[in-house]
């Protein structure tokens, strides 16, 4: 497979001059970079460049000291991460973020949360509006859990579940909210090739299908050579390179950084 | 056989009231992982702003019972309603992601100042309680035992509460948004973040639900023994309870309550003796410490499995 070539024009998220540090470790410094519409995005830099403190940085969890992110035209320097969810961010993380004693119908359903809008009242008796909304996002998840082929996994707690399962339940619940923008922390980490070829094939779906522009962090160079659009690549909280796959591959500093020449 | 029918089902009765106030103990655990010891001053609280407002309404309004009555839950609701909107703004918000024992220590604070507070605005006495629940002892089951048995018609009010309470509680937990993303939160708050579950808001809901179950617990207690001082000792009677049940478990504070009362009376009559009697007051803290002993985590508390 070779990397597929397409043109975006329109920017969904550009991230301007960000710096990062906690106490005197600086995580990030002046980074920029933009995420089109509908674009695959991949950040890629050996452990420690500072990924998912950007992932961190546009979700809300982490608010940068210096640069702002302009979101959907709309410039900003701190938000919370309920609110990023509320302007369609959604996410998946490094270490599987799932609530482990609920089962994946009810991870996925969390998802939903922000489409729900009946309040505490009707709530609390559990009828009327309440219910039928119920019903009614049911459905959707359900789509969801037969687009990820996790059917025979609905009524089980995700604690039970391996590993490559509960990555896929994850992914559920940040769709669930239909997503503008989808941020992915190593889909694939930890999977077997089956799995991991699942996972391809789920991400590219998604994008397709939905339209749904995705960023993603992963270790795999393979996969990301595959399946993304542009490439970022962080290295000691630097931007190192970026690019369509192809020049990635052949950027000399980027090369370096993944073989180790001393800095 | 009589006999001991009578001390089991008196036990399992006011094994249920124990349950009440344990239950206010799991709904926070659950939610935020603090222990909340101010959970008896609450119970507190709530059963003087009711008990007050009912005097008031009656002796100086001249309102019938029975409006005087909603008036008095109302207004009770509301302070619970302000004491979670407090503890969330002014005390949880400022302590995020900080240890389990410096929350915990947070609410024995929170504790003495609501306890000074409610007895400065509402007053010190011991004040009695009556919200229409019958008081009078009844007979049940004549046919069957000779003098049939009895028990206290007020207990049985008290664990029909408690029944629909928890049944209440369970569907809102289990069927709806809201307790869908109270028990995110329990989980993960990270994760419940990131799906656009704002924190400070569930917090906030949590402690009021809590706050009701006090209400609903001081209300019993109240009718009970009236409301006073003691009834903040109610907390430590709960402890047992908790961790027999579990401290993240509904079921459990339910389960672990009929046990302690249960075990409570039974002992006291049939032990007792033997030992001099009064063994009512620890047995319960006893019968805890040899099941933390055996199973720590509780009877239906989740595993604590731990990697090292």
């Known amino acids: ?90 996410r998946t993380f490094q270490n599987i973020a799932l609530f482990r004693g609920m089962s994946t119908l009810d991870n ?5 949360n922000l489409r729900m809008k009946t309040g505490l009242f009707w709530q609390a008796l559990h009828v009327g509006p309440a219910a039928r909304e119920e019903i009614e996002h049911r459905q959707a998840v359900e789509k969801i859990i037969d687009f990820l082929e996790i059917q025979h996994i609905r009524k089980v707690p995700v604690g039970q579940l391996p590993y490559g399962l509960q990555k896929r339940v994850e992914l559920g619940r940040a769709l669930a909210a239909q997503p503008e923008l989808l941020l992915l922390d190593e889909p694939m980490a930890g999977m077997n090739i089956e799995e991991k070829q699942d996972m391809c094939r789920f991400v590219l779906d998604v994008n397709d299908e939905f339209g ?32 369509v796959p192809d020049e990635i591959k052949n950027n000399q500093a980027v090369i370096d950084a993944y073989l180790g020449v001393s800095h | 056989m009589g006999f001991f029918l009578e001390v089991l089902i008196g036990g399992l009765l006011a094994g249920v009231l124990y349950s009440l106030v344990a239950l206010g103990f799991v709904l926070i655990f659950k939610a935020s992982g603090v222990f909340n010891f101010a959970q008896g001053a609450m119970v507190l609280t709530a059963a003087l702003a009711l008990v007050r407002t009912l005097d008031i309404a009656q002796k100086e309004w001249h309102w019938p019972f029975w409006l005087a009555l909603v008036a008095g839950f109302l207004f009770a609701a509301f302070v619970m309603a302000i004491i979670a909107w407090a503890s969330e703004r002014l005390v949880l918000r400022k302590l995020v992601n900080q240890e389990g024992i410096i929350l915990f220590m947070a609410t024995i604070g929170m504790t003495f100042f609501i306890e000074g507070l409610a007895q400065t605005v509402f007053g010190a006495d011991v004040y009695p309680l009556n919200i229409g629940l019958p008081k009078e002892p009844i007979f049940i089951l004549e046919s069957v035992f000779d003098g049939g048995i009895l028990v206290n018609e007020l207990d049985i009010w008290a664990a029909v509460i408690a029944g629909l309470l928890v049944a209440g509680l369970a569907l809102f937990f289990q069927r709806t948004r809201i307790g869908r993303a109270l028990r995110a939160v329990a989980d993960d708050h990270a994760a419940a973040q ?20 006090a209400l609903a617990a001081g209300a019993v207690w109240g009718s009970k023994l009236g409301v006073q001082f003691s009834l903040t000792l ?75």
């Open chain 2, 234 to 308: 109610l907390a430590l009677k709960a402890l047992p309870v908790l961790i027999l049940g579990g401290f993240t478990s509904v079921p459990g504070a339910i389960i672990g309550g009929l046990i302690i009362g249960a075990g409570e009376k039974l002992a006291e009559v049939f032990l007792g003796p033997m030992m001099g009697g009064g063994i009512e007051i620890w047995f319960a803290y006893v019968l805890a410490l040899l099941f933390l002993l055996v199973r720590p985590q509780g009877l239906f508390g989740e595993r604590i499995i731990e990697r090292v």
């Open chain 1, 212 to 243: 749904t522009t995705i960023c993603l962090i992963e270790h795999d160079m393979g996969v990301v050579m595959d399946i993304s659009d542009r490439v970022v690549v962080l290295d000691y909280g630097k931007k190192i390179g970026d690019g």
């Open chain 1, 1 to 90: 497979m070779t990397a597929r070539t397409r043109s975006f024009n329109e920017v969904l998220l550009s991230v301007e001059n960000i710096s990062l540090s906690f106490g005197g470790v600086k995580a990030l410094s002046d980074i920029s970079f933009d995420i089109a519409k509908g674009e695959i995005r991949a950040i890629i830099g050996p452990n420690g460049a500072g990924k998912s403190s950007m992932l961190n940085c546009i979700n809300g969890f982490y608010h940068p000291q210096e640069g702002a992110i302009t979101y959907k035209g709309v410039r900003r320097s701190q938000m919370r991460p309920h609110e990023a969810a509320e302007q369609g961010i959604a």
């Open chain 2, 194 to 213: 990131s799906v656009g579950i704002p924190l400070n808001q569930i917090w906030f809901i949590v402690w009021l639900v809590a706050g009701l179950v």
């Open chain 1, 108 to 112: 996925i359903m969390t998802g939903r």
